[in-house]
C-alpha cells in the first residue's frame, strides 16, 4: 500500500483529485490529506486528516516533515499553488519524494506540450527530471508501477503541470 499526503485537501478540485487517487486502478493507496481549515472536504475522503499552517507559513513545511514520518508517507502530492515555494524550496530536507520541481538543472525532460517526465523511486526517494522551474506542481499523472514490490520505483508517464503563484 501506498501512503499519499495530500496537502490542500479542502481546495477546489480536492474531492475529485482525492477520489481519482483511491480509485487509481494500479494501486491500493492510503490518503492523508492536510488543510488549513477544518472545514476541509479532505477530513470526510481521507483515511487519515490533520490541520496545519496556511501553506503561505514557513512553519507549514515542517508540520508536513514531521507528519510525513508520523503518518509513514511515502509520497507528498501538493495541491494548491500556495503551498509550492516552501516545498519547492525545501523539497531535499523530505525523506519521501515531493512532487513540486526545484531549481532547474537545464536536463529537464519538458515536452512541446508542457508535460514532463519524471522518474521516481519511492523506496530511497530518488527522482530524475523536474517539471521545469520552480513552482510548478504535478497536477494529473499516468504512472506505471512495477509489480515486484510496492516501493518499486515508478515512473510518471505523462504529467500536467500547473504554475505555481
Known amino acids: 500500500m501506498t501512503?499519499?499526503?495530500?496537502?490542500?485537501?479542502?481546495?477546489?478540485?480536492a474531492a475529485r483529485l482525492l477520489r481519482a487517487l483511491r480509485e487509481n486502478g494500479e494501486r491500493e493507496v492510503r490518503l492523508v490529506g492536510v488543510d488549513m481549515s477544518e472545514r476541509s472536504i479532505g477530513r470526510h475522503l481521507c483515511d487519515a486528516f490533520h490541520l496545519v499552517p496556511p501553506g503561505a507559513e514557513p512553519e507549514y513545511a515542517d508540520a508536513l516533515l514531521e507528519l510525513v514520518e508520523r503518518e509513514r508517507v511515502d509520497v507528498v502530492l501538493p495541491e494548491s499553488s500556495h503551498d509550492l515555494p516552501h516545498l519547492a524550496a525545501r523539497r531535499d530536507e523530505?525523506?519521501?519524494?515531493?512532487?513540486?520541481?526545484?531549481?532547474?538543472?537545464?536536463?529537464?525532460?519538458?515536452?512541446a506540450n508542457g508535460s514532463c517526465a519524471i522518474e521516481v523511486d519511492l523506496a530511497s526517494g530518488s527522482r530524475r527530471g523536474s517539471c521545469g522551474p520552480v513552482g510548478l506542481v504535478v497536477v494529473s499523472a499516468r504512472i506505471t508501477v512495477s509489480a515486484s514490490s510496492p516501493l518499486a520505483p515508478c515512473t510518471v508517464m505523462s504529467c500536467t503541470v500547473l504554475a505555481g503563484s
Open 3 to 13: 501512503t499519499i499526503l495530500v496537502t490542500a485537501a479542502g481546495a477546489p478540485g
Open 94 to 111: 523530505f525523506p519521501v519524494p515531493v512532487l513540486v520541481s526545484g531549481r532547474p538543472t537545464g536536463d529537464e525532460p519538458m515536452l
